[in-house]
Antibody
Framework: EVQLLESGGGLVQPGGSLRLSCAAS????????MSWVRQAPGKGLEWVSA????????YYADSVRGRFTISRADSKNTLYLHMNSLRAEDTAIYYC??????????????WGQGTLVTVSS | EVVLTQSPATLSLSPGERATLSCRAS??????LAWHQQKPGQAPRLLIY???NRATGIPARFSGSGSGTDFTLTISSLEPEDFAVYYC?????????FGQGTKLEIK
């Protein structure tokens, strides 16, 4: 059974930093691209960042490029999102998502339960 | 980026009725379109991928159709557990984008 367990969310002040983690199990982690998708309170879904399997090529939404860094530790079956210079508009539930193939363009096939990030003074 | 526009924003129907949800893309996405379902307080779940393929474990009452710029998600006979928000999502062009969602509510 596929499981994606996010952690690391919480309350942080504007300008602060946070690292999210996503522990994966139930599938061959290094054979799948992975993404982070966020959802602001009461709003829709926004794709944030993706990383391919094997090569580890990374991609970012314009809204987070230069502030967020996605990475993966295949030996630990874990996905990360390092978030710096956080803003109020980054407040959201952050979902870890498994994609159906190595490439970042593959369909999102499974979602984690999410972790809440709140940016406020 | 590709803008996806979903209609209607809210759809009020009764259990047993047929639901038809639409998604229109600002440019052709071929058949690289998925539908995700989200219930209150839960993570989204993949229903349909590549426009018309049901994901694993998804009941046959859910079907998807369309190509290019116009897509439809149909639920043939609504069950109580189908009342949720539905999002379309394209993966044809970078970045991947989502529609704003259609809320399917009980009438």
């Amino acid at each position: 059974e596929v499981q994606l367990l996010e952690s690391g969310g919480g309350l942080v002040q504007p300008g602060g930093s946070l690292r999210l983690s996503c522990a994966a199990s139930g599938f061959t982690f290094n054979r799948h691209a992975m993404s982070w998708v966020r959802q602001a309170p009461g709003k829709g879904l926004e794709w944030v960042s993706a990383i391919s399997g094997t090569s580890g090529s990374t991609y970012y939404a314009d809204s987070v490029r230069g502030r967020f860094t996605i990475s993966r530790a295949d030996s630990k079956n874990t996905l990360y999102l390092h978030m710096n210079s956080l803003r109020a508009e980054d407040t959201a539930i952050y979902y870890c998502a498994k994609q159906g193939a190595l490439q970042v363009g593959a369909t999102i096939v499974y979602w984690g339960q999410g972790t809440l990030v709140t940016v406020s003074s | 980026e590709v803008v996806l526009t979903q209609s209607p924003a809210t759809l009020s129907l009764s259990p047993g009725e047929r639901a038809t949800l639409s998604c229109r893309a600002s440019q052709s996405v071929s058949t690289y379109l998925a539908w995700h379902q989200q219930k209150p307080g839960q993570a989204p779940r993949l229903l349909i991928y590549d426009a018309s393929n049901r994901a694993t474990g998804i009941p046959a009452r859910f079907s998807g159709s369309g190509s290019g710029t116009d897509f439809t998600l149909t639920i043939s006979s609504l069950e109580p557990e189908d009342f949720a928000v539905y999002y379309c999502q394209q993966r044809s062009a970078w970045p991947p984008t989502f529609g704003q969602g259609t809320k399917l509510e009980i009438k």
